[in-house]
Nanobody
Framework: QVQLVESGGGLVQAGGSLRLTCAASGRAFSTYGMGWFRQAPGKEREFVAAIRRSGGSTYYADSVKGRFSISRDNAKNTVYLQMNSLKPEDTAAYYC???????????????????WGQGTQVTVSS
């Protein structure tokens, strides 16, 4: 069982930055692929970014490419999402997720992930 706890959300003006942190329990963190998803009110959960076990490969939704950066520190059981140049349309609850499955290229599908955090709210004002 893996527990994921997100932090770092908040209210920020458009153009500002936030860094989200996801802390994972357990000693097998380095074996998990990790992802960030978000969900705005009335909308479906959508993929934001993912990172493979070693951190050597990262993937982004087109809407955040060039503005967001995902990274991980396996020694600290932590994954980060650095969000720059935030826009009002980035407003959502952000969720950290972990997958124990071998890489299949489906990192953007929420069904690929086995464990989820409780979410942290990001609100970007215009």
């Amino acid at each position: 069982q893996v527990q994921l706890v997100e932090s770092g959300g908040g209210l920020v003006q458009a153009g500002g930055s936030l860094r989200l942190t996801c802390a994972a329990s357990g000693r097998a963190f380095s074996t998990y692929g990790m992802g960030w998803f978000r969900q705005a009110p009335g909308k479906e959960r959508e993929f934001v970014a993912a990172i493979r076990r070693s951190g050597g490969s990262t993937y982004y939704a087109d809407s955040v490419k060039g503005r967001f950066s995902i990274s991980r520190d396996n020694a600290k059981n932590t994954v980060y999402l650095q969000m720059n140049s935030l826009k009002p349309e980035d407003t959502a609850a952000y969720y950290c997720a972990a997958t124990t499955r071998p890489y299949s290229g489906s990192y953007y599908r929420w069904g690929e992930y086995d464990y989820w955090g409780q979410g942290t709210q990001v609100t970007v004002s215009s």
